[in-house]
């Protein structure tokens, strides 16, 4: 029985295992790269090892550190999750000869899978239907263009070592042909170290329905229906949903009895998936079908199958890797309502989905219940790494039907408060709300052809931002208990929460803020009935959005306003940084990370030098000097020695030299 198992992953899926790992008592050990070592997935386990630093390859990819660590834990068996090592028949022969059970197929299952020319060789033999296409060994340029030509076209070039939608090109006709082929195969090479490739027909309307199987080492093999992730981006799944939208009693039978016959063929133990590509041009999912390749591990949208059986999958894979025949038989496993998971990226759907690393400042996931669950290894304060997939979250619901399934996760998508870097958030909620999603008319080109209702452009700022942005700097300034305040995230009375704020702006304040490109000025005063705003410039206000509801984050000078998964980030300018900074002087007044003020060593009047030292704070146990970023007077210093800042609270301000 596996007792101590080394989870060799990151992020949510290590999260994930470790979770049901330590719900059935076995001790957990996490591995991380430098960049992990605070993560989440190395908090939560019962013990953790260092691989490596960041690049991937020396770390999380490094088979021989990962099984170094697994030797010095002790550990009886290792999950390697999905991505990385998951699919490495190397990494499996590493680990058997190190003789710990790996939680997955053998290493003659991956190979068998790991090419998709030699699978489907394999799955011709099986009867398993094949996209009509070439999938030979002989790779002259010439062959391979007769072959394309004889399927006809548009025609599909894939790499057969691929994955993650690389080294895949379309080829519309004939002329086209070898300069796509040299592309893929430069890409390929680049990618994988293997340049081969295979040529299938290009379904122009496809569906990509995937079948989830388990066998175990006795000879049983089940699948546990489908899914459909025909929502795809880069040939890349966002939104996955089980069962496929559409698909009748009959098909979902033949098609599950495709995906067990596939696994059979390869004597498969463990989880699986075999994925198929449905051509939907006339009959949506219940149009032919057709093998495109086996994933031999656990795949990223499991999570709406287990809604859909009410299994936890990471538990029947331990199991399995135990030795143990399946928990259930095919007619004991039952398909209730509808899920659907939409898969959160710190990307930028304005700009064709470029991935956007940042700094998390707030993440606030509503707590899980029984229809709906956000599996993430991100928390506030946690940076998206540049070094790996910028996923920060899965967010998937669960309904007694796909409309209802649809209500929930758009409704968790409105709840989930995600500051900091650009998501796709907002996105997910148009995509899963969308006319054409809800009535069920999917395929993979959704996503390109509704783009424009998608990614729609936003007209000025909504209402209520400013006055929120605004609120939330006077009470981040204000008293430490103000700053607290707004740390928890919500400012709810911030106009009331400044009597702290006793400086120069009783008189009026200008403040700054750029919104993208555009500048925002406005006046902040204040007089007997409290604060007033206005603005001083020309910049729209969007009356669409409804008033209010914006909670607040502050980064620095970054002013996050969230609201029903949207975000609007205001750039404060503040005039003595912008001076500094032209004249080539760095630093700023702003904590940069939360602590306590320790020592303040300024008071309001003072002249100070470029560097000199004006507070001290105390973080994680050290000393940070905040300095002057250039000459200049203190105009007012809004906290005290004892006080607790927030991150990015603004501690001093200061007037330039001569302004
Ligand atoms: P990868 O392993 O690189 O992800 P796949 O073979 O799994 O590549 O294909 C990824 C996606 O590409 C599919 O989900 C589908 O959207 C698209 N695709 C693959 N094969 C075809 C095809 N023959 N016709 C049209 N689209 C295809």
Request: glycine share 10%.
């Amino acid at each position: 029985m596996i007792q101590r198992l080394l989870i060799a992953n990151r992020g949510e899926i290590a999260v994930r295992i470790a979770l049901t790992a330590q719900r059935l008592g076995i001790h957990t050990v996490a591995v991380y790269s430098d960049t992990d070592a605070r993560a989440m997935h190395v908090a939560m386990a019962d013990e953790a090892v260092r691989i490596g630093p960041d690049a991937a390859a020396e770390s999380y990819l490094n088979i021989e550190a990962v099984v170094a660590a697994a030797r010095a834990t002790r550990v009886d068996a290792i999950h390697p999750g999905y991505g990385f090592l998951s699919e490495n028949a190397d990494f499996a022969d590493a680990c058997d000869a190190a003789g710990i059970r790996l939680v997955g197929p053998s290493a003659d299952a991956m190979r068998a899978m790991g090419d998709k020319a030699a699978s489907k060789y394999l799955m011709s033999r099986a009867e398993v239907p094949l996209v009509p296409g070439y999938h030979g060994a002989d790779q002259e340029p010439e062959l391979l263009a007769e072959k394309a030509a004889e399927i006809g076209y548009p025609a599909l070039i894939k790499a057969s070592a691929g994955g993650g939608g690389r080294g895949m090109r379309i080829v519309e006709d004939a002329d086209d042909f070898d300069e796509a082929l040299a592309a893929a195969k430069r890409e390929a090479s680049g990618a994988f170290g293997d340049d081969r490739v295979l040529i299938e027909k290009y379904l122009t309307t496809p569906r990509h329905i995937e079948v989830q199987v388990f066998g175990d080492d006795h000879g049983n093999i089940v699948h546990l229906f489908e899914r459909d992730c025909s929502l795809q981006r880069r040939y890349q799944k966002l939104i996955e949903e089980a069962p496929a939208p559409g698909m009748t009693e009959v098909r979902r039978a033949e098609i599950g009895a495709a995906a067990v016959a596939a696994a059979r063929a390869i004597g498969y133990s463990g989880a699986g998936t075999i994925e198929f590509i449905v051509d939907a041009s006339e009959e949506g999912a219940n149009g032919p079908f057709y093998f495109m390749e086996m994933n031999t591990r656990l795949q990223v949208e499991h999570p709406v199958t287990e809604f859909i059986t009410g299994l936890d999958m990471v538990e029947w894979q331990l199991r399995i890797a135990n030795g143990q025949p399946l928990p259930l038989a095919q007619d004991d496993i039952a398909l209730s309502g509808h899920a659907i998971e939409g898969r959160l990226y710190a990307e930028d759907p304005a700009r064709d989905f470029l991935p956007s690393p940042g700094h998390v400042v707030a993440f606030d996931a509503p707590e899980p219940t029984a229809a709906t669950r956000i599996d993430t290894g991100v928390r506030s304060g946690d940076d998206i790494a540049v070094s790996y997939d910028p996923m920060i979250a899965k967010v998937i619901a669960h309904g007694a039907d796909r409309d209802s399934a649809i209500a929930a996760l758009d409704r968790l998508l409105s709840e989930l408060v995600c500051a900091g870097p650009t998501t796709n958030q907002a996105f997910l909620r148009r995509a899963v709300t969308h006319p054409a999603f809800v009535s069920g008319d999917l395929d993979t080109g959704f996503i390109a052809r509704h783009i424009a209702d998608l990614v729609p452009p936003r007209v000025g700022l909504p209402r209520d931002v400013l006055s929120a942005v605004t609120a939330c700097l006077l009470a981040v300034r204000g008293e430490a208990a103000a700053a607290r305040a707004a740390s928890q995230g919500e400012v709810n009375s911030p106009w009331a929460a400044t009597d702290g704020w006793r400086a120069n702006i009783d008189s009026g304040e200008t403040l700054r803020f750029q919104d993208g490109e555009t500048n925002i000025t406005v006046q902040l005063a204040r007089d007997a009935a409290g604060w007033s705003l206005m603005r001083t410039d020309q910049v729209p206000i969007d009356v669409t959005h409804g008033a209010g509801g914006w909670s607040v984050h502050v980064s620095g000078n970054s002013f996050l306003a969230v609201a029903g998964g949207e975000q609007i980030r205001l750039e404060r300018v503040v005039e003595v940084e912008e001076a500094f900074a032209r004249a080539g002087d760095s630093g700023g007044l702003n904590a940069p990370m939360p602590g306590k003020v320790v020592r303040v060593m300024a008071t309001e009047g003072d002249r100070v030098t470029r560097g000199q030292t004006l507070l001290v704070l105390e973080a994680m146990k050290m000393e940070h000097a905040i300095t002057a970023p250039g000459d200049g007077t203190v105009a007012a210093v809004f906290f005290a020695a004892g006080d607790q800042v927030s991150e990015g609270a603004e501690l001093l301000q200061l007037e330039a030299m001569g302004d």
